[in-house]
């Protein structure tokens, strides 16, 4: 049986003030070495909802030891699967038993991915009761679109009292659903419900991203019928059950991969990662060639060797993919702070997403905001400060500015922090970084 790690500690450090763990890094240090990246965050944790739709035993390989991942093995756990995790990527969840249809809320508050299993849930057992999901507070998150695509299956979906979405399904039929905008959630949800629906669906304007077509890969492999995945229009054929008893290995994290690349780039270093797929990163990596910095790519590596100055790159603006993407914003911002010019960042995906920007501030950084649009004027340096991680990829932005800033930094939030990034510190500090986890 599972062994989770006990989060009592950790809220207790939160109302404790200075006893919040935190990481201290002292900056400075050009990082030079080579790290690999994990699999995908948003890859294995609906690949974790999906493996509801299977009866029986499933065992996902490179799946991150991170927080999210450890709040989806508890939600999967509380429905009645067995869950086992070796802690070096390994995951087993056995869904035979599987056999509740209400979430439990306090879990599925903590995480947006946990909106997931709704689909799965319908598609098995005809009904879910799932509240609306937690996770960072970057921006609106709604679940609309998931609730147009379960109708349109011939699904009835209801607002219950407590914060419950009831979707329920005497028997799903396939139809046509075209999202009025790209959702990588609703176009995951919507998919998994359809797998076990009578007849054939048609989702159009779905979402390309690699963990979208890593989700539709591995229902193909438990026996699911499903085309199109990583182009705008997917099919999928409706199959009476998906087959457990298969072992697949979660895609590269790109978010990760490029984190560690921006560490290279950002303290004038040399950084290998391995373990990455280049084919998910052109955008970014486009951008980071336009910054100036050198650039090898191999097989299975990215390699980055920072040069100074960092040059700007005229405009960053968040898109679907293949554009650039959402969860690299914070980060790349951080770079561009040290640039040699002025850069233009406007974020279009989440309307909260430059929470992190007075943190960087403290740290010398000079930015003008206006709505959804940022002007980052670069400055020679970054003085070190006490800062806050409001979300995942924030936390990401200031360990990174952190690590070229003059003196020591406090980085707090490290709940956020661990929810998409394994063992930070320990990775960056077999590369060369002076960092240090305490409280």
Known sequence: MLTLKDNKNKENNKKNGNNRPKLIIKGGKALKGVIAANGAKNAALPIMAASILASGKICLQKVPDISDVEHMARILQFMGAEVQYNGDGCFIVDTSNFSKTRAPYKLVKKLNASFDITGAMVARFGEAHVPLPGGCVIGTRAVDMHLEGFRALGCEVEQEPGGFISVKA????????????????????????????????????????????????????????????????????????????????????????????????????????????????????????????????????????????IQSVGAIITEPYPGFPTDLQPPMTALLSLSNGTTLVKEKIFNMRFSYIDELRRMGADFQMDGNTVIVRGVERLLGAPVEAPDIRAGGALILAALSAEGKSEVYGLNFIDRGYEKIEEKLREIGADIERVG
């Not at 629906?197 to 499903?226: H, M, Q, S, Y």
């Open 170 to 309: 005497r028997k799903l039929v396939g139809g046509r659903v075209h999202f009025r905008r790209t959702s990588v959630g609703a176009t995951k949800n919507v998919m998994m419900a359809a797998v076990l629906a009578r007849g054939k669906t048609i989702l159009e304007n779905v979402a390309r991203e690699p963990e979208v077509i890593d989700l539709a890969n591995f229902l193909n492999c438990c026996g699911a019928g499903i085309t199109g995945h990583g182009t705008g229009r997917i099919e999928i054929q409706g199959v009476r059950k998906l087959y457990p008893d298969i072992e697949y290995e979660i895609i590269p994290d790109r978010i990760e991969s490029a984190t560690y690349l921006l560490a290279g780039a950002i303290t004038g270093g040399e950084v290998t990662v391995r373990n990455a797929e280049p084919e998910y990163l052109k955008t970014f990596l486009r951008k980071m060639r336009k910054a100036g910095q050198d650039i090898k790519i191999g097989n299975d590596y990215i390699r980055i060797t920072g040069v100074k100055p």
